[in-house]
């Protein structure tokens, strides 16, 4: 356990980082939005990638999701995440900007998804009334390129809190704009 806000920093990154490529329990995030009638809606969504040093957490969506049209609407939001291992809680908030079909960041995120993830937007809507429990996806992958979107959250701040018995720790990190070191503090859980 180190007391080096700096070394706190590099490591809340690194985990985030390590958690996009693959089995982690920070890879399955949860995102906070707010909806155009001002209510908050929060979702479990997959950390696909991670820039550390531009702070940017990349994520895919559906483009006929509400997430997506709420993003479009307001681009505010917060990614939380939970490690049971490290008993720390990462809430990063910031700003998200969507590249729907079309743009070069969902192109590129599109090329690198197996045949059964792409088949995942060939089906109807996210949130689209069924008579069955499940969708019945297409059959052609390219068909979903179309519904397929990136949102790419980039964090202005950082809040990391560990929660230890009787050692409970919060510190507080805020990024300026182009800036890669973050103020940094220690604050009150």
Not at 13 to 22: D, I, P, V, Y
Not at 82 to 96: A, E, F, V
Not at 99 to 126: C, D, V
């Amino acid at each position: 356990m180190t007391d080096s806000l700096k070394d706190i920093h590099a490591a809340s990154w690194s985990a985030l980082s390590t958690a996009a490529q693959g089995d982690n329990p920070l890879r399955i995030l949860t995102l906070a939005t707010v909806t155009p009638e001002g209510w908050p809606e929060a979702r479990s969504i997959v950390l696909r990638r991670v820039e550390e040093r531009e702070r940017l957490l990349e994520f895919h969506t559906d483009v006929r999701s509400g997430k997506w049209h709420e993003v479009g609407l307001d681009g505010r939001a917060t990614v939380l995440g939970w490690d049971p291992d490290r008993r720390t809680q990462l809430r990063l908030s910031g700003r998200i900007y969507p590249a729907g079909p079309g743009r070069e960041a969902a192109a590129r995120a599109w090329e690198g998804l197996s045949k059964w993830s792409k088949l995942t937007y060939t089906g109807p809507a996210p949130a689209t009334p069924l008579k069955e429990p499940r969708a019945t996806n297409g059959d052609e992958p390219e068909e979903g390129r179309e519904q397929f979107g990136v949102l790419l959250f980039q964090a202005l701040s950082l809040d990391w809190c560990q929660l230890e018995r009787g050692n409970n720790r919060r510190a507080y990190f805020e990024y300026e704009e182009g800036d890669v070191a973050p103020t940094a503090t220690w604050i009150a859980t």
